[in-house]
């Protein structure tokens, strides 16, 4: 394994080439399909670009709840549950716990989905669950400058990171309030950030 | 809009080459990363690779299930309920009725989720929504050869073409003779085919 030598390129930039050959891509409808895709005019590789899977949990600890403060961008420096990107080869479930493991350092149990969110305007669905911390064992990993167990009237409504973060809060607030924890599906159709 | 030369390739080859610039990949963990990646020596460009959407509709008539019989491979002449990819720019329910639309000629109204499947062997999350036919008007898309309404006493079970539509089907069954319908998680952690 080689570290390649120009600097890692975070962005995703928009496809131009082929990732089977190399040649320079084309865009057009391919037969029985009714979408534009970009594709390959010398291998014939169509290149499908599909929504992304943000995996992550509300960790619950004695009715408090773990967030993270972000060390990275977007929205560097605003509390947020632990998520992120669902991997090849995991479950939904997998995952959340892995983001939790990884952003948090802490291990979760009992996951129970809460709330998945359509957010078609970044190309992405989020998918919370309830879980509950296996132990006060947790500590800053190398995405988030913080760590800490906040009470319901504790947490950071105007500096939280992602609308999909304060709904599912909401929610859970108000479901924890009314004795009842009910699953949702939710669509957020505009500003990215809140 | 021109169309490749080269035949159309619907297979999803290994990524070799970077699609910001073309150059050769090669796989590392880069800093920070948990996960093996191909990232390109030139640009710098990492690929990540994650999980897919399918999302589908239990289309409902009457009591009646719509079901479609797959005209195109993998599970060619087995019947499934219509879905497919999630695209860019949509919603979970967009995608479930344009499917539903594109496969069955049908149009479907108050979808409410019903299975979230995760399939990690293939990388893929199956999202089911029951919802019900605005009319009898649906004919076969290009990608069916058939589609029909099945009372639950005619559900071909031996000729489904995959394991997520068993078991959401089976839960759907049991759910109506139970009276009350149940959103529900699940992996299926073997087989991709019956």
């Known amino acids: 394994m080689t570290l390649p030598t120009a600097?890692?390129?975070l962005q995703r930039p928009p496809l131009t080439h082929c990732n089977n050959c190399g040649?320079?891509?084309?865009?057009?409808?391919?037969?029985?399909?009714g979408h534009e895709?970009?594709?390959c005019p010398a291998c014939g590789t169509i290149h499908y670009e599909n929504p992304k899977l943000i995996v992550g949990c509300i960790p619950i600890w004695e009715g408090k709840i773990l967030l993270c403060k972000r060390a990275i961008e977007p929205r560097y420096?605003?509390?947020t549950l632990p998520a992120g990107f669902m991997e090849n080869g995991e479950t939904t479930a997998d995952g959340a716990a892995r983001e939790t493991l990884?952003?948090?350092g802490a291990e979760v149990k009992n996951l129970t989905p809460y709330t998945v969110i359509d957010v078609p305007y970044v190309h992405q669905v989020h998918?919370?669950?309830r879980a509950e911390l296996v132990s006060l064992d947790f500590a800053s990993g190398e995405e988030s400058l913080d760590v800490r167990l906040f009470s319901e009237d504790e947490i950071p409504w105007?500096?939280?990171?992602f609308f999909t973060v304060i709904e599912t809060l909401k929610h859970f607030v108000a479901d924890r309030k009314a004795g009842q924890f009910e699953f949702r599906q939710m669509q957020i159709r505009n500003k990215p950030v809140p």
Chains 1, 2 share one sequence.
Do not use: H, T
């Not at 040649?23 to 399909?33: E, F, N, V």
């Not at 105007?158 to 990171?161: D, F, P, T, V």
């Open 127 to 129: 998918f919370f669950y």
């Open 37 to 39: 895709r970009m594709v």
């Open 158 to 161: 105007s500096e939280l990171a």
């Open 77 to 79: 420096g605003y509390w």
């Open 23 to 33: 040649a320079k891509l084309q865009s057009c409808i391919p037969p029985g399909d």
């Open 102 to 104: 990884e952003e948090a």
């Open 7 to 9: 600097p890692f390129n």
